[in-house]
């Protein structure tokens, strides 16, 4: 399944959930990344400015799917996520060969979210992959996530 899952803080500690209404009446799935879109919660799009983290699913268990899929109504359904300016996010299918420092964007809609290639620079690559089935960690970029002042 691609979408992203939290790895660890770069300052240690455990991952900072907090709730948001979903900005629209649309599909989120656990591993989306979600953008701040004001005061709510929307897929993250590349060129998107205030990345908040990876949505983990619905406040409400009776929201969601079994498989993690929140078919969500805007300013309604609740939804949680990852918010930890620091957090390392890891995205498993990526294959490509990666080193630390090297910048990408995301790509792909609900339940198919991936790494792609760097143009609008929303992600910070942390680890180098010593092989390509290595997971690529990455954290998104200071300037983009909303919580860093």
């Known amino acids: 399944m691609?979408?992203?899952?939290?790895?660890?803080?770069l300052s240690g500690g455990r991952?900072?959930?907090?709730t948001f209404f979903m900005a629209d009446t649309?599909?989120?799935?656990?591993?989306?990344?979600?953008n701040l879109q004001?005061?709510?919660?929307?897929?993250?799009?590349?060129?998107?400015?205030a990345i908040?983290?990876?949505?983990?699913?619905?406040?409400?268990?009776?929201d969601e799917a079994s498989?993690?899929?929140?078919?969500?109504t805007d300013s309604t359904t609740l939804i949680k996520v990852i918010v930890n300016?620091?957090?390392?996010?890891?995205?498993?299918?990526?294959t490509t060969a990666r080193q630390p420092g090297a910048t990408l964007d995301i790509a792909g809609t609900t339940g198919a979210q991936i790494l792609a290639t760097s143009?609008?620079?929303?992600?910070?690559?942390?680890?180098?992959?010593?092989?390509?089935?290595?997971?690529?960690?990455?954290?998104?970029?200071?300037?983009l996530h909303p919580f860093n002042a």
């Not at 991952?15 to 907090?18: C, K, R, S």
């Not at 300016?85 to 990526?94: G, L, M, Q, R």
Request: proline content about 5%.
């Open 2 to 9: 691609a979408g992203f899952e939290w790895k660890y803080n």
């Open 15 to 18: 991952p900072l959930i907090q």
């Open 26 to 34: 649309e599909t989120l799935t656990k591993g989306d990344m979600v």
């Open 38 to 49: 004001t005061g709510e919660g929307d897929l993250a799009v590349t060129t998107d400015t």
């Open 52 to 62: 908040l983290g990876v949505m983990q699913g619905a406040e409400n268990p009776d």
């Open 67 to 72: 498989s993690g899929v929140v078919a969500g």
């Open 85 to 94: 300016p620091d957090a390392v996010y890891e995205d498993v299918d990526d």
């Open 119 to 143: 143009s609008n620079t929303e992600f910070n690559v942390v680890e180098r992959k010593r092989q390509a089935t290595d997971p690529t960690r990455v954290v998104i970029m200071h300037a």
